[in-house]
Nanobody, 127 residues
Framework: QVQLVESGGGLVQAGDSLRLSCAAS???????MGWFRQVPGKEREFIAA????????AYADSVKGRFTISKDNDKNTVYLQMNSLKPEDTAIYYC?????????????????????WGQGTQVTVSS
């Protein structure tokens, strides 16, 4: 069973940047990985995904051009660099592992397709 642990969240002002990290135990880094976020009362929202080898990525339109997903296979860590943060980016951010290690990031937007999740890290952006 893989364990995912997110870190790097916090309180920032609009326009600031944050980098989230997701450290994984086990062999998560031959898998497609994703980042999601959730606010109370809403469904979990897809943010970004990265393919098993780190060469392909996909983003939600709401974050395209501002967020960048990457992975370091040697460190078993996936990152989410978030720039130009907006108050509407406020949420709990989760990383997750796709059930299909070979899944293409462009088809990996459904939360139900991810079978391992971290505990989440809070990101709050003040205006």
């Amino acid at each position: 069973q893989v364990q995912l642990v997110e870190s790097g969240g916090g309180l920032v002002q609009a326009g600031d940047s944050l980098r989230l990290s997701c450290a994984a135990s086990g062999s998560s880094f031959g898998y497609t990985m994703g980042w999601f976020r959730q606010v109370p009362g809403k469904e979990r929202e897809f943010i970004a995904a990265i393919g098993w080898n780190g060469r392909s990525t996909a983003y939600a339109d709401s974050v395209k051009g501002r967020f960048t997903i990457s992975k370091d296979n040697d460190k078993n860590t996936v990152y989410l660099q978030m720039n130009s943060l907006k108050p509407e980016d406020t949420a709990i951010y989760y990383c997750a592992r796709h059930w299909d290690r070979w899944a293409a990031p462009t088809s990996a937007a459904a939360a139900a397709a991810f079978d391992s999740w971290g505990q989440g890290t809070q990101v709050t952006v003040s205006s």
